[in-house]
């Protein structure tokens, strides 16, 4: 809650200074403020990212019906269909793959 909190503070204040003369210190803030606000979206992306982890980890093993959707899925995205030979052509037929 607090990143939130903290992005809509800078937003504020990036609106604040928008309205003020464009002098060196204010453009200077406005360019802090910016750097600010992508680093809190930064922030909120990995926390994201790690909560999506975590739940991956405690809940990819189990045996459940999204743990077998996610295996057959990668089994059908690990699947070698074709292979190319050395001249070229592609082989789709699975004794000559070998």
Do not use: C
């Not at 607090?2 to 309205?19: C, D, Q, W």
């Not at 606000?37 to 790690?50: D, G, R, T, V, Y």
């Not at 699947?79 to 082989?91: A, F, T």
């Amino acid at each position: 809650m607090e990143r939130v909190v903290g992005r809509r503070k800078l937003e504020e204040r990036l609106l604040e200074l928008y309205n003020l003369d464009p002098e060196y210190d204010v453009l200077a803030e406005i360019a802090d403020i910016h750097l600010g606000i992508n680093l809190e979206a930064n922030k909120n992306e990995l926390f994201w990212e790690q909560l999506a982890r975590f739940n991956w980890l405690k809940n990819s093993d189990r045996n459940t019906k999204f743990f077998h959707k996610v295996a057959v899925g990668r089994q059908h995205r690990n699947r070698i269909h074709r292979l190319e030979n050395e001249d070229g052509s592609w082989v789709t037929n699975g004794d000559d793959m070998l």
